[in-house]
């Protein structure tokens, strides 16, 4: 059969089982949007800007499992992605970004929206490509799928120009993908494994570190299970959140700058750490040197260049992190545990004791405390939501004292750290997981940089719930400068805000505010119950900093307190 490259484009997506594409149009894929509007069986959500398109199906492949797609033009439609990417790659998010290119002739002329969109992305993507031949183009697109979604996941990106998707060719679905460079390792050496199980029988004080990996590839089930038979408490980073139940009692709330007391005591005490899919970001460790200084550390992980590049490691085992646990549980099980309650006794009653003297905790007052909202917003939700969040302040705050049950129900950008994300997170996550309730929370610096997409929400009638914590300040900024710059608050406080029930509700959606305390409870709940688009404007308490806090550089142990 002899196909236009937009068509074949199209074929390719359905045969990978893409049913969203994110996305915003333009002249160099004007072709493939033609094409786009014979094809049912694709959903196309017209986003406002293309850092949207990125963000969304970021958020969308996070809440679906699914590998997330956007779609964008030449030039600015492709360096206003390069966020959304970064974001992804950092967070190993499985995602396919179709860009498209001037025609192959003028590549290189300096021509009318060109950018070198594959050299632009190289250090941001997993992979990319530049489809000079249509002949390439459905194998480009089944290996492109291939690596967003196997091994580690990440971000891949296929710059397709105009000619090539103007140009006709015989069209045959490409066979199974076979990259001679390309292996990833699921199944982990069982040395290793006997390894760690030895470790885990001679440690007095345990530790289990879990990371967005666990998530990635669901091996919840598999952590839970052996936290639970081996009583060995856990911690995570922020993208390790709903890897293990935030409401089980070995939990020990999240690690690093801002982590509970209790999980960077137990982490710095502990003597052993069983790392599952993290990477040892900055923000968890602290001072490198000092991180679990009296620990065995063991780290599985699917990617090997991960392995050992922040920290030292005694046991390493890469393979998917499933998998590696799922035969850990073997292997433990075949093993006698005796006495373990007894031997546990003493180190879990050390970690409750750090829980019962410093819980995560603030003061009620006159006026709204940001981590009031958000514990009200848990016990409304009874942790059912999806939480999405921006950046800054109410990102620790949400994820201090929301306790997230599940995988892809708490999507934030963790390693890149881009303001702007939550909300074109959020829509991309209704999108992948109807009928949920998606919640973003947001600083009223951060839902600023992408409020355009309330815009697209009203449209699709995705009725997404946006928690604005505003204090009136870049907070987190503001917080540092209050602790390490005398208070000096050099440009972080907005002297002009819009009123953003307004601006709500000139784009469509439904705007609320609550000024007290005594508001947040209704205000929450009219907002939740709605089935529009929503905006909740909180004004809460400007000068509220979040505790506990690692100063950067510092060992994790030597926290701030309230
Ligand atoms: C795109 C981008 N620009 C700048 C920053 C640096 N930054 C980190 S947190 C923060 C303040 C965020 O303020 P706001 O969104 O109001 O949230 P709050 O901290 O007050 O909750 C800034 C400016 C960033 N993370 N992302």
């Known amino acids: 059969m002899k196909l236009k490259g937009a068509d074949i484009l199209l074929k390719m997506l359905q045969e990978e089982g893409v049913d969203t594409v994110f996305g915003y149009p333009g002249g160099a894929v004007i072709d493939i949007y033609d094409a786009l509007m014979e094809e049912k069986s694709i959903n196309h959500v017209l986003v406002r800007h293309e850092q949207g398109a990125a963000h969304a199906a970021d958020g969308y492949a996070r809440a679906s ?3 997330g797609v956007c779609l964008v033009t030449s030039g600015p439609g492709a360096t206003n992605t390069v966020t959304g990417i970064a974001s992804a790659y950092m967070d190993s998010i499985p995602m396919v970004i179709l860009t498209g290119q001037v025609p192959t002739a ?9 950018v070198d969109i594959v050299g632009i992305t190289r250090p941001c993507t997993k992979h990319n490509y530049l489809v000079k031949d249509v002949r390439n183009l459905a194998r480009t697109i089944k290996e492109a799928f291939h690596i967003a979604r196997s091994g580690r996941p990440g971000p891949v990106l296929v710059d397709l120009p105009k000619d090539v998707i103007n140009a006709t060719t015989q069209f045959n679905v490409p066979g199974e993908v ?3 460079t390309y292996n990833p390792t699921y199944k ?5 494994l006997n390894k760690v199980v030895d470790l885990i029988a001679k440690a007095q004080k345990p530790v289990i570190f879990s990371g967005g990996g666990v998530s990635l590839c669901q091996g919840h089930r598999e952590l839970t299970e052996l936290a639970r038979k081996l009583q060995i408490p856990v911690t995570s980073t922020l993208m390790g959140l709903g890897g293990f139940p935030g409401t089980d009692p070995l939990w020990l709330g999240m690690l690093g700058m801002h982590g ?10 502990c003597d052993l750490l069983i790392s599952v899919g993290v990477r040892f970001d900055d923000r968890v460790t602290g001072k490198v040197d000092e991180f679990a200084p009296n620990a065995k550390i063991v780290q599985i992980d699917i990617d090997p260049t991960s392995i050992q590049k922040n920290v030292p490691v005694h046991v390493p085992v890469v393979g998917d992190c499933k998998i590696s646990l799922a035969e850990i549980n073997t292997l433990v099980d075949k093993k006698k545990w005796e006495g373990l309650e007894e031997t546990r006794k003493p180190w879990l009653a050390q970690v409750d004791e750090w829980k019962q003297t410093t819980p995560l905790a603030y003061q009620q007052a006159e006026v709204i405390k940001p981590q009031y909202v958000i514990e009200t917003l848990y016990d409304l939700t009874g942790g059912d939501a999806i939480i999405s969040t921006e950046v800054g302040q109410n990102q620790m705050w949400a994820a201090q004292y929301y306790h997230v049950k599940e995988p892809g129900h708490f999507i934030t950008s963790g390693g890149l750290g881009a303001m702007g994300f939550g909300l074109p997170a959020a ?16 600083g009223d610096g951060s839902i600023q940089m992408n409020i355009q997409e309330l815009a697209t929400a009203v449209q699709y009638n995705l009725p997404v719930k946006v928690v604005i914590l505003n204090n009136g300040f ?8 209050e602790l390490f710059y005398k208070r000096r608050y050099s440009s972080t406080q907005f002297v002009h805000a819009p009123d953003f029930v307004k601006l ?3 784009y469509g959606a439904v705007g609320l505010r609550a000024k007290t305390p005594d508001e947040v409870a209704s205000v929450l709940r009219e907002g939740l119950e709605c089935n529009r688009p929503v905006v909740m404007d909180f004004v809460v308490e400007p000068e509220e900093s979040v505790y506990p806090m690692v100063p950067a550089g510092a060992p994790i142990k030597k926290m701030l307190l309230v």
């Open 65 to 67: 499992g699914k590998v």
């Open 106 to 114: 003028l590549i290189g002329n300096d021509a009318f929206q060109e």
């Open 178 to 180: 076979k990259l001679k």
């Open 188 to 192: 982990p050496n069982i040395k290793q």
């Open 260 to 269: 509970t007391f209790r999980a960077n005591m137990a982490v710095s005490e």
């Open 427 to 442: 829509i991309g996550a209704q999108v992948g997981a109807p009928g949920t309730t998606v919640v973003d929370i947001a």
């Open 474 to 481: 870049l907070g987190m900024v503001r917080q540092w400068q």
């Open 504 to 506: 709500a509700e000139a």
